[in-house]
């Protein structure tokens, strides 16, 4: 069955680097878009970074410039890093797959995500 599971998640000082990583399982890795969220309470859950097979990589503007997403396709794995970090970068990371089939999407998928949190 298809599993999602983040690391990598604690309280960390203002300015510090935080490394996020998510390991995949039960669906084509190399065949799917990965993609980072984050949910701060009480706002809406919001996109910060993805990454799609043809190896484009996308960054929501409140994030870009410090957060770097990356794939390890021989383990299955997408990482987050996240530089300077920020108190306003507080919140639940999730990751999340979406696997296509050529033109086709066969599934969304997500993590149980993984707390953040910046002093």
């Known amino acids: 069955h298809v599993q999602l599971v983040e690391s990598g998640g604690g309280s960390v000082q203002a300015g510090e680097t935080l490394r996020l990583s998510c390991s995949a399982s039960?669906?084509?890795?190399?065949?799917?878009?990965m993609a980072w969220y984050r949910q701060a309470p009480g706002n809406e859950c919001e996109l910060v970074a993805s990454?799609?097979?043809?190896?484009?990589?996308w960054y929501a503007d409140s994030v870009k410039g410090r957060f770097d997403i990356s794939l390890d396709n021989a383990k299955n794995i997408v990482n987050l890093q996240v530089n300077s970090v920020k108190p306003e970068d507080t919140a639940v990371y999730y990751c999340?797959?979406?696997?296509?089939?050529?033109?086709?999407?066969?599934?969304?998928?997500w993590g149980q995500g993984t707390q953040v949190t910046v002093s």
């Open positions: 999340a797959a979406t696997w296509r089939c050529g033109i086709w999407k066969v599934g969304d998928y």
């Open positions: 039960g669906f084509r890795f190399d065949s799917s878009d």
């Open positions: 990454t799609g097979g043809d190896g484009g990589v």
